[in-house]
């Protein structure tokens, strides 16, 4: 029993009926001297059971040594009243209880002893352990997940956030949310006061990252209020969006370029129609013009129709791609090339690069388009390093593309490809200039220095080759073009490029010329006529085919265009074929597609004319077809 002061009944009473759970031990033997309801009920065993025991039984046995330094502890520092251990212990039924005792000397029946105060930590601890599960569950979250006080300080920061952003949680907690992500103030005030006036706020933010990227994000912002229903802290889940505006905003240049595109092969259709008939009437005048002056003003209007018609086909480059002659090359060899000649016509305060490997695979392609296409990055370069100078690194590699990258950049193919890069240390581009590079007749250089065509021929080449593009710019920076052309690993059949003949005059031959427009018709019936030639004309298919059938045997040839109102060009030949199996036909147009070529190749026409044409290469084209053997 409780001696002293201990003894009075009330405290007594106390002990007994007290909520927490207690008992008196002898420290030395660890015998149980007394024990109270509360623990009793709490470790499930009756009185006479629990006097039975010691302490140490009740111990898990992983938390004996804990146990044993604790008493030796309290032995060395004998003028400590009370101390605390934590522990656990194992219930009469075999449950585990987490607990916090607080440990006392009191005397007893005349002897030291201990009173132990249990305070039950189990649920505590569950509940610290499931929120420290929820906080892994949100670690695992990709969504940046995080809390802020009413004062913008942050106060959590999950995994998801420190991947997106860069800071760690020990950098981000206690900063101030506005300093951290938010540098548009404006934006902040709109959405703080969406969460006054609604509790929520969703939309698209712009964030700036550790590294000073910026990012769009999709965020939701929830107020978070106390028990008494005032508010206390914002909830913030961002989901990152950048990578997606990204496609978002490549898918609607490829749309916006194909339009332009569309819009660019109407135009320039119409230009070499225009164009057409003065090149040919230049060979004609030069016949009748004897003077110097003359002739000067013919050489003025051949160079500027021939000008404009290198600008039509410029246009027509970036709408449709060139269907240029095709040959099996070694990229090094253009880089090379390349290579000597700008670092013999560039300024001396641009350092010229050029890196290949050796085992370069080789591709398909046109040596002359792909050198065009080197050049215009190259004095683009060149241009946005202007007096200062810099590094211009021309470089190749192998890469084979494959479905992640093809998924992230539009117009990519799976497979194996060579890609050329051209990489300076300008200016660099803004995003909104980026977004317009491509785009024909637009240029950022002073007026005269550049027509807008440069990059738009470019795409317009490497997409005829089954290539695609990427750029990335960095104002202050610069600018890298990555050039991705489908390599090559069989061997295959060059393209023997033909030599241009003499022009050689007709013998009489009659000529079906058909085209709806009218300036066309008369230049051709006029350079046919004065090279011996006879011609009649139709202006729409369906009066070929009456004229064709009326005179039938006498005609040797048809020259028809392919795009016409009434009836087409494949219309005509189609046509003409079934009257007359053998008749040899040369089509005309501005913009021949590949399967356009590939029906009229199947219904046995071999030659073509790209306008506008000169009248050298119509005579040429001419007598090619009329030396070929008549089909049976």
């Given at each position: 029993?409780?001696?002293?002061?201990?003894?009075?009944?009330?405290?007594?009473?106390?002990?007994?009926?007290?909520?927490?759970?207690?008992?008196?031990?002898?420290?030395?033997?660890?015998?149980?001297?007394?024990?109270?309801?509360?623990?009793?009920?709490?470790?499930?065993?009756?009185?006479?059971?629990?006097?039975?025991?010691?302490?140490?039984?009740?111990?898990?046995?992983?938390?004996?040594?804990?146990?044993?330094?604790?008493?030796?502890?309290?032995?060395?520092?004998?003028?400590?009243?009370?101390?605390?251990?934590?522990?656990?212990?194992?219930c009469k039924d075999g449950s585990e209880i987490e607990v916090e005792t607080l440990w006392s000397d009191v005397p007893f029946d005349g002897r030291p002893a201990v009173l132990v105060v249990i305070n039950d930590r189990t649920a505590y601890h569950e509940a610290e352990k499931r929120?420290?599960?929820?906080?892994?569950?949100?670690?695992?979250?990709?969504?940046?997940?995080?809390?802020?006080?009413?004062?913008?300080?942050?106060?959590?920061?999950?995994?998801g956030a420190t991947r997106l952003y860069g800071w760690t949680v020990e950098e981000a907690i206690g900063a101030e949310m506005i300093e951290l992500l938010m540098p548009d103030t404006a934006a902040l005030a709109e959405t703080e006061r969406g969460v006054r006036e609604r509790g929520e706020w969703s939309g698209q933010l712009t964030h700036l990252g550790k590294d000073g990227r910026q990012l769009i994000v999709n965020s939701r912002w929830t107020l978070v209020r106390d028990d008494a229903g005032q508010p206390k802290a914002v909830l913030v889940i961002n989901t990152d969006l950048t990578e997606t505006k990204k496609l978002e905003a490549q898918f609607l240049r490829a749309q916006r370029q194909e339009s332009i595109g569309t819009l660019a092969s109407g135009i320039a259709h119409d230009l070499n129609n225009i164009l057409s008939p003065i090149l040919m009437s230049v060979s004609v005048l030069r016949k009748s013009v004897s003077t110097k002056e003359g002739e000067k003003i013919l050489a003025i209007i051949e160079s500027s129709a021939e000008r404009g018609a290198g600008i039509v086909k410029q246009v027509l480059t970036f709408a449709r791609g060139v269907e240029g002659e095709r040959v099996l090359l070694q990229p090094k060899h253009l880089l090379s090339e390349m290579g000597k000649i700008l670092a013999q016509t560039f300024p001396r305060n641009i350092d010229i690069k050029t890196q290949y490997p050796q085992d370069l695979w080789v591709v398909s392609g046109d040596a002359t388009?792909?050198?065009?296409?080197?050049?215009?990055?190259?004095?683009?370069?060149?241009?946005?390093?202007?007096?200062?100078?810099?590094?211009?690194?021309?470089?190749?590699?192998?890469?084979d593309v494959d479905a992640h990258f093809a998924r992230t950049n539009p117009g990519a193919q799976l497979g194996e490809h060579v890609v050329l890069r051209v990489t300076d240390t300008g200016e660099g581009m803004s995003p909104a200039t980026m977004d317009k590079i491509f785009d024909p007749f637009f240029t950022t250089k002073e007026v005269g220095k550049g027509t807008g065509l440069g990059l738009a021929t470019v795409i317009g080449i490497v997409k005829s080759h089954g290539g695609f593009l990427t750029v990335q710019s960095e104002i202050g920076v610069g600018t890298s073009f990555r050039i991705f052309l489908p390599a090559c690993k069989q061997e295959g059949n060059e393209i023997k490029q033909t030599t241009e003949g003499a022009v050689e005059n007709g013998q009489g031959e009659l000529i079906l010329v058909v085209d709806d427009e009218a300036p066309i018709r008369e230049a051709l019936v006029q350079t046919l006529e004065d090279y011996g030639y006879r011609a009649y004309t139709a202006e729409d298919g369906s009066d070929a085919i009456a004229l064709y059938s009326h005179r039938r045997g006498e005609f040797k040839l048809v020259l028809t265009d392919l795009a016409m109102a009434q009836m087409d060009g494949i219309a005509l030949v189609r046509a003409l074929r079934k009257m007359d199996p053998g008749v040899k036909v040369i089509v005309s147009s501005g913009h021949l597609q590949p399967e356009q070529t590939v029906t009229l190749e199947k219904l046995g026409v071999k030659h073509f004319l790209d306008k506008p044409y000169t009248a050298n290469k119509l005579l040429r084209t001419?007598?090619?077809?009329?030396?070929?053997?008549?089909?049976a």
């Open positions: 029993m409780f001696m002293d002061v201990e003894k009075e009944p009330s405290f007594e009473l106390l002990f007994e009926k007290h909520p927490h759970p207690m008992w008196v031990f002898d420290e030395e033997s660890f015998a149980f001297l007394a024990v109270n309801e509360a623990a009793l009920e709490k470790y499930g065993y009756s009185r006479e059971e629990f006097l039975a025991l010691t302490i140490d039984q009740l111990a898990v046995p992983e938390d004996l040594p804990a146990l044993y330094r604790f008493r030796a502890r309290r032995e060395a520092l004998a003028d400590e009243a009370e101390e605390n251990l934590a522990w656990r212990h194992v929120a420290r599960e929820q906080a892994d569950l949100l670690d695992l979250a990709s969504d940046a997940i995080m809390v802020f006080d009413l004062e913008g300080q942050i106060t959590f920061w999950n995994q388009q792909l050198h065009q296409v080197l050049l215009n990055l190259c004095v683009n370069a060149r241009d946005a390093m202007g007096a200062p100078g810099g590094t211009l690194t021309i470089c190749a590699e192998n890469i001419i007598r090619a077809s009329l030396a070929e053997p008549t089909a």
